[in-house]
């Protein structure tokens, strides 16, 4: 222990940050190593550059004033290289040939939400009560059921909620997945700095703040925990990436998949037609001929806002964060670590001030640094952008009831509403006042449900379908 103390005290002194040793003396001997442990996982060097940093800022405006429209394949679309049959057909073939594995990205810390437990854990089906990962492995169960392959379901977690996620598996019989089926691994953390002086923030006298490093940091949590090899091993060519927050998200979409692999695109996104111009939702856009999206705090609002001569919205495209990647162009970002950039963010950090007292700010005095999987976009030399109908694909539970948009009053609302529209559909009439459910282990879609008519009649109550 005494060599790595001297270690990493010359290293944060070196840098500035000897303040991280300030409480060492009245530390016990195992808080000691947990400690160095954590120290252990900082690149100081990294965190200097980020801070020095800070002053640069992208202008965004003439980034915006260069973006165009993404090339994209639009809904029905008549100018479309391939037909949606064609790419059904064409993903329907890769998930059969065992090709197609599916990640799950869970590791935020759901703040919005104000849920103390994983997201993934929180009851949204409207009349099963359902957990959103119960829904997303039902709707992998019933691809795996469909096309008679078993299909790994790749759980990224955070140390946030990473024992409370491998809990919530063991104690649920891993919600019917086999023990190959289900990979749950987690991803790195940041440290946050303050803002000011770019100090490193300790959340208490034995322990750094620390926080996710983002969704990117996918690339590298899937190399460090061996997955790249296991998936290589299993012949898996493309992930189905999605975020545990959408329920409407159908796990390994074969129509999507297929519309990847006819373009011979490495990363494939699925986008929606923003509701209105300054929708809080990435805005995918082309730039000198690559994929980008711009978030939409960074958009100008001129540029939310602009419209085509025909009066549509020139910049359309909402990212939902569905995504398909191959294998092989994931390998190669993670050769490139600074691939993917750092993004700060301005956040209020509890932290322990030099008498080791804890500080809860009222507004933001810390910087963290996060990640983002949608900067991958500019580095696949082929990124293909296709639209989903929102009804059918997007239902973000993001904010508490109470707020105007992405509650979870509003997803139930579209999983009962997709799931009459299928009833209906398929000739059964639901009265506005009953609410129904499907799980997709029962019927995948629309077509599925049509299959099971037969055996259906009017609903009356309200009706799970399992
Ligand atoms: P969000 O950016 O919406 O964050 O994550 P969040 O944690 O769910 O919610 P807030 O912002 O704290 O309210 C989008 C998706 O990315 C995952 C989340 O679990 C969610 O599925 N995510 C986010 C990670 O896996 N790791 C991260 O570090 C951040």
Known sequence: MQDAFDRLSAIAAKHGQSHLFQFWDQLSLSQRQSYLDQLETIDFDQIAKLFSGHEESIDWTSLANKAQSPDAIRLNDPNASFTAQQARECGEQAIKDGKVAMIMVAGGQGTRLGFDQPKGMFRIGPVSNRTLFAMHVDSLRGAMRKYGVSIPFCVMTSPATDIATREYFDSHRRLGLSAEELIIFCQGTMPAIDASSGKILMDSPSSIALSPDGHGGIVSALDRNGIFKAAADRGIEHFFYAQVDNPL???????????????????????????FPTEKVGNVVSID??????????????????????????????????????????????????????????????????????????????????????DLLPLAGKAIVVEGDPKEVFAPVKNADGAATDTPTTAKQAIVEQHKRWLEQSGIHVPDNVKVEINPYWALDVEEVQKKIQKLSNIMVDTYFA
Not at 249 to 273: E, F, N, W
Not at 295 to 317: C, K, M
Not at 354 to 368: F, L, M, T
Request: net charge positive; aromatic share 8%.
């Open 249 to 275: 998200v159908r796990a390994c979409d074969p129509t999507l998949i297929g519309y990847h692999l006819l373009a011979k695109s490495q990363m494939t996104t699925q986008v929606v037609s923003k509701r």
């Open 289 to 374: 001929g690559r994929t980008h999206i711009i978030e939409y705090s960074d958009l100008p609002e001129s540029a939310a806002i602009s419209t085509n001569p025909d009066g549509s919205l020139r910049l359309w495209a909402g990212n939902i964060a569905v995504h398909i990647l191959d294998l092989a162009f994931l390998i190669d970002a993670s050769k490139n670590n600074s691939g993917l950039p750092f993004h700060r963010a301005h956040k209020a950090v509890p932290y322990v001030d030099s008498h080791g007292q804890s500080i809860k700010p009222a507004s933001p005095n810390a910087i963290k640094f996060e990640r983002f999987v949608f």
